[in-house]
């Protein structure tokens, strides 16, 4: 890195850098042969106080090549599991903390580069970032933005003008994102499984003051932020499945504490709906499959939940059994997340008992069927609306007189109709007063069918990152350096809820021909 600084226009408050000593290595980044700036996300940039629009300049800064005035670069230790397995050290091989950043709101945020180089946690690793992945972690990250899940963010996207050595020669890159923090489940592993009782109850109280400062004056302020964490994840993981999305890797190491996804790898959106979904070409055994994501994300908070034993309790035995009740709570609380976001997805607005079977039934109903999970949904909603748009609720609509376009997504829909009964009854008790309804201020009215469909409407997307897409996307990138595909698939996604004109190939499943998805890890 060059010693000339440039300068952002951000204001930086390195929190990390300077209260932390000792989690972390100061370092710099690789000088790049020559940078050029491919992406820099304008509004998010906007957003942080970012200023400077010189192209070279960001390309120099974006790159790792020079620094920033106000930064205060360094990598992060920490341990993790990884499929099960505990490495006990790890850390920003690859990553850089440029520092933080104070956003428009005041809100801290970290500005980070992934593939700037080697750092003193790269072990055999060369530091470097492909653009291939890059362009992925940024279509991906920014389209869970676009659909309200909580997500790190990117920023900007840099060439290096380097060739990186993969199975092949591929063209080198750097993504700079933005996260609330990058505090992992596996930083506490690694000061807890070094004995580093004090470090942990410093990383803790860091936590705490940053993602969770309503907790700071509990009596019980340890055992309150793992139940925090744990409700903040089991909200993220309820949300990834409501959308079709398997992260691939949740290795500790890649769950945060501030609850927001990281770390797009090997992730993907399901096409077609099916539970043991597996994307990764190292999971093998499908321990982090669609389904089994709220299961493995309780298993995760486990180990986090005992790194924080000692700081919850003198008394072992007290200790454990305080933090196996939270831990134990996370299904209830992912379920209850989950049920939620269905009975949204499905435009019911009220509570009743036999919703979870309800939802659970749709599932198996859609089971080896070759469903296609996002069309699905939308298709529903469709019905609804083109069945019979002059009835006013629910309760005018019979099954006899709707639309059967969603039926027709099935191989076999037998069991689907058997379920729309259910469902469409379902509906209209919905429209029926209660003692109870879901909302504060509860509406006696009937739901007008429109409503309901806007409601389904508003979180039911017509467009994810469809598989076929991005790869599209990044071989016209890597290829030809056509970045227009990887600009139209953001555009797309950017707005996912409403259809677009001339958008419709965005909305469809990959073609037959593009086979099988796998996708790879730390490329
Ligand atoms: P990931 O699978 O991306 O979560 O990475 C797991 C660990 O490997 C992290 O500590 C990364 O920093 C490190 N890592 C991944 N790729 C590289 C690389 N090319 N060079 C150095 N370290 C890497
Ligand atoms: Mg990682």
């Not at 600084?5 to 951000?10: E, S, T, V, Y």
């Not at 005035?69 to 850089?96: C, E, K, T, W």
């Not at 089991?234 to 769950?255: I, K, P, Q, Y």
């Not at 069945?387 to 099935?410: G, M, P, V, Y």
């Amino acid at each position: 890195m060059n010693s000339m600084k440039i300068d952002l226009g951000l204001t930086f408050d390195n929190s990390y850098a300077k209260e932390l000593e000792g989690f972390y290595a100061s370092c710099t980044g690789a000088q790049a042969p020559d940078p050029e700036l491919i992406k820099l996300n304008v509004s998010l940039a906007a957003s942080i106080g970012l200023k400077n629009t010189n192209p070279e300049q960001l390309a120099e800064v974006f790159s790792g090549s020079q620094a920033p005035i106000g930064a205060s670069s360094l990598a992060q230790v920490y341990a993790g599991h990884q499929f099960g397995g505990f490495s006990p050290q790890l850390g920003d091989g690859r990553a850089l903390l440029l520092g933080e950043v104070l956003d428009e709101g005041g809100k801290r945020v970290d500005v980070q580069l992934k593939g700037s180089g080697r750092t003193p946690f790269s072990r055999g690793g060369d530091g470097k970032a492909v653009l291939g992945a890059v362009l992925r972690e940024y279509i991906l990250s920014e389209a869970m933005y676009a659909l309200n899940i909580p997500t790190t963010r990117a920023l900007a996207v840099v060439t290096t003008g380097e060739q990186i050595m993969r199975t092949q020669l591929l063209p080198g890159a750097v993504l700079t994102r933005v996260a609330s923090s990058h505090i992992r489940v596996g930083t506490f592993q690694f000061f807890s499984s070094r004995g580093e009782q004090d470090k942990v109850k410093q990383l803790a109280d860091y936590a705490i003051e940053r993602h969770y400062p309503e907790l700071k004056n509990s009596p019980q302020v340890y055992l309150d932020f793992l139940c925090a964490v744990c409700d903040k994840q089991a909200e993220l993981v309820a949300r990834w499945l409501l959308v079709g999305f398997v992260h691939g890797v949740m290795n500790t190491d890649n769950m945060t504490i501030s609850g927001e996804t990281i770390d797009y790898g090997p992730c993907a959106f399901m096409d077609d709906y099916d539970p043991k979904a597996v994307f990764s070409s190292i999971d093998r055994d499908g321990r982090y499959s669609y389904n089994n994501q709220p299961i493995l994300a309780q298993w995760n908070l486990a180990r986090l939940a005992e790194t924080l034993l000692p700081l919850i309790s003198d008394d072992e035995e007290k200790a454990v059994a305080k933090a196996t009740e939270s831990v134990t709570k996370f299904w209830d609380v992912y379920q209850g997340y989950w049920l939620t976001g269905m009975r949204e997805k499905l435009g019911i607005s009220t509570a009743e008992e036999g919703d979870l079977a309800l939802c659970e039934q749709l599932l198996e109903s859609m089971s080896g069927q070759e469903v296609d999970f996002s069309q699905l949904f939308r298709q529903l909603a469709n019905d609804l609306e083109t069945s019979n748009l002059e009835s006013k609720s629910a309760e005018d609509i019979n099954l006899e007189s709707t639309s059967r376009e969603s039926d027709k997504l099935f191989n076999d829909a037998a069991k689907f109709i058997q379920w729309k009964k259910l469902w469409m009854a379902r509906l209209c008790r919905d429209d029926q007063p209660r003692e109870k309804p879901l909302s504060e201020t509860p509406s006696q009215e009937k739901r007008s069918l429109p409503d309901r469909v806007a409601m389904m409407n508003a979180v039911n997307p017509v467009y994810i990152p469809r598989n076929h897409q991005v790869e599209h996307a990044i071989e016209a990138a890597e290829q030809r350096a056509d970045y227009q595909p990887f600009e139209n698939l953001l555009r797309v996604l950017e707005n996912p809820y409403t259809p677009q004109a001339g958008a419709e190939e965005y909305a469809k499943s990959a073609p037959t021909t593009f086979g099988p998805y796998t996708t790879f890890c730390g490329t």
